[in-house]
Antibody, heavy 119, light 107 residues
Framework: QVQLQESGPGLVKPSQTLSLTCTVS??????????WSWIRQHPGKGLEWIGY???????HYNPSLKSRLTISVDTSKNQFSLKLSSVTAADTAVYYC???????????WGQGTTVTVSS | SYELTQPPSVSVSPGQTARITCSGD??????AYWYQQKPGQAPVLVIY???ERPSGIPERFSGSSSGTTVTLTISGVQAEDEADYYC??????????FGGGTKLTVL
């Protein structure tokens, strides 16, 4: 059974880069059937799709974040990562990684990790 | 930018039927997905491709589509169904979008 686990700093200073990693266990990130996604949820608010990456490295980003966003994959470690630059308080959120199974939706989610942007 | 519109809240009594709608211009051409999120937990997929139910999701959850609106129906609502529900779909460029979420209250 595939499981996802987010990791990274819980506190980031304004203007710095937020970096998170999602470790995939119980299955290979190189399976060609899935896209590996990041989603965030601002405090008390709804879900916001950030972007996804395929194991080959191809990506698709939310246009509203594209200029600050990099999603990468490390198949040797079975991990994918998110980097969001020039963060502000508006980037404070719970960040989730998830597996997208094509037409089958976001079928596996990590537990989420809280990131606070503050000096 | 593309938007999916959901009612902020829906309330039903136990045993009744809850219907949560999601409207978007691209829904006639794009599949919709529904997620349940309970406080402090990650979302859980309850409907995919408009009306398909993942394994392990109770049969009381169903989905339907009509024009620019998709609907999540929960028949025989139970107290444990109280949660936030989000629809998800894609715009014409393949960018995923979530609806604003609907809080289901079981009275």
């Amino acid at each position: 059974q595939v499981q996802l686990q987010e990791s990274g700093p819980g506190l980031v200073k304004p203007s710095q880069t937020l970096s998170l990693t999602c470790t995939v266990s119980g299955g290979s990130i190189s399976s060609g059937n899935y896209y590996w996604s990041w989603i965030r949820q601002h405090p008390g608010k709804g879900l916001e799709w950030i972007g996804y990456i395929y194991y080959s490295g191809s990506t698709h980003y939310n246009p509203s974040l594209k200029s600050r966003l990099t999603i990468s994959v490390d198949t040797s470690k079975n991990q994918f990562s998110l980097k969001l630059s020039s963060v502000t308080a508006a980037d404070t959120a719970v960040y989730y990684c998830a597996r997208e199974a094509g037409d089958y939706g976001l079928d596996v989610w990590g537990q989420g990790t809280t990131v606070t942007v503050s000096s | 930018s593309y938007e999916l519109t959901q009612p902020p809240s829906v309330s039903v009594s136990p045993g009744q039927t809850a219907r949560i709608t999601c409207s978007g211009d691209a829904l006639p051409k794009q599949h919709a997905y529904w997620y349940q999120q309970k406080p402090g937990q990650a979302p859980v997929l309850v409907i995919y491709k408009d009306s398909e139910r993942p394994s392990g999701i109770p049969e009381r959850f169903s989905g339907s589509s009509s024009g620019t609106t998709v609907t999540l129906t929960i028949s025989g609502v139970q107290a444990e169904d109280e949660a936030d529900y989000y629809c998800q779909s894609a715009d014409s460029s393949g960018t995923w979008v979530f609806g604003g979420g609907t809080k289901l209250t079981v009275l």
